[in-house]
């Protein structure tokens, strides 16, 4: 079986050299987040990865979760403040933060907590007004441009946004075949999305919520795939459990003879180093010893510093976990061995 190797393009890796370097890796797909791509800009971006680049183009979805809109920089919300959060199309501030979908502020209620970015602020909505809430910041943290936001109690949302759907009408156009579900919660989240691409396309489900990790069976079942965000599933389980579920989704893809991905953190010191550390190196070889059919890149190819880079530690990983697999890793000895001499 070849082990897959998934790259997102961004602002680092959004060049004709850097998709080159890339394509001669041989990347097995090319991934455009749809929370950082506007339906508008969506023709572009394909046609300038196709003018470089035959390797296929999967379109990933924002699906039903939340995002900060615009921020100013250098924005931290100090514990005790108070905050308005706001459903219209406005800049952020330490006093104002633009939430969307605007539909979020129907769900909200007194008590709900709402924790911005990864390692984001924290705050307790006071009150809920029509299109806005108030909220007292409870942990101290930045606050930035277009980042995830996640709820406690989690929130019901569509499972697709309509910027979804008109980029997905967009890529069927372009002859697009690979879709990613985010957020999917239920089996027919699934269903509803291949009602919209294109017949025969690959829909990839991403579990990345305790609602699809309670539903994995169902989703599993009517997907492709499967891909485990690990980055999102921590924002709604314990850390310390989230190399425990993946282990629990990869079984269940494998019982379900569905691939499995992972993705998230895989090389994240990459992101600003040249060299990932030993214990990233460890995780991507437990992950693949798990059994997963492919490895997910994220902001090490869309935001980092050496996205060619970050593919190369990813083949080496690879090639490693082959050799050692055929019972090669005593011969790997003689090759050190060779190599310092």
């Not at 999967?58 to 924005?75: K, M, S």
């Not at 907590?113 to 990864?118: E, S, Y």
Request: hydrophobic share 40%; net charge negative.
């Amino acid at each position: 079986m070849k082990i897959k190797i998934l790259c997102t393009l961004g602002p680092a890796s959004f060049r004709p050299d850097v998709i080159k370097g890339l394509d001669e890796r041989r990347v097995d797909l090319f991934r455009i987040n749809l929370s950082h791509t506007a339906p508008e800009a969506l023709e572009e971006a394909i046609a300038s990865v196709r003018a470089v680049s035959s390797t296929p183009i999967c379109l990933d979805t924002q699906g039903a979760q939340v995002r900060c809109g615009q921020i100013e920089p250098d924005v931290t919300l100090v514990e005790g403040t108070e905050v308005r959060l706001s459903g219209e199309p406005l800049t952020g501030s330490d006093r104002e933060i633009p939430l969307w979908p605007g539909s979020v502020f129907q769900a909200l209620a007194p008590g709900t907590i709402v924790n911005l970015d990864f390692d984001g602020a924290s705050l307790r909505i006071t009150e809920v007004e029509q299109g806005s809430a108030r909220a007292t910041v409870v942990s101290r943290g930045r606050v930035r441009t277009n980042k995830a936001v996640t709820i406690d109690p989690p929130l019901e949302l569509p499972a697709l946004t309509e910027q979804d759907v008109a980029a997905i009408r967009v890529g069927a156009a372009h002859g697009i075949t690979h879709y990613a579900l985010s957020f999917a919660a239920n089996a027919a989240n699934v269903v509803r999305i291949r009602e919209l691409a294109p017949a025969g396309a690959h829909i990839m489900s991403k579990i990345e919520s305790r609602a699809g990790v309670r539903n994995m069976d169902e989703i599993i079942e009517v997907s492709d795939s499967v891909l485990v965000d690990r980055g999102d599933l921590s924002h709604e389980v314990p850390l310390e459990y989230v190399p425990y579920y993946q282990k629990a989704i990869v079984r269940r893809a494998n019982r379900w003879n569905r691939p499995v991905y992972v993705a998230t953190n895989l090389l994240e010191s990459m992101v600003t180093n040249r060299q990932p550390t030993v214990a990233e190196a460890n995780d991507i070889a437990n992950t693949l010893l798990d059994g997963v059919h492919g490895l997910v890149l994220a902001a090490e190819t869309a935001v980092g510093r050496d996205p060619v880079g970050s593919v190369d530690i990813v083949l080496r990983a690879i090639e490693a976990f082959e050799r050692t697999s055929e019972g090669q890793l005593l011969a790997e000895d003689r090759v050190f061995s060779a190599r310092s001499s």
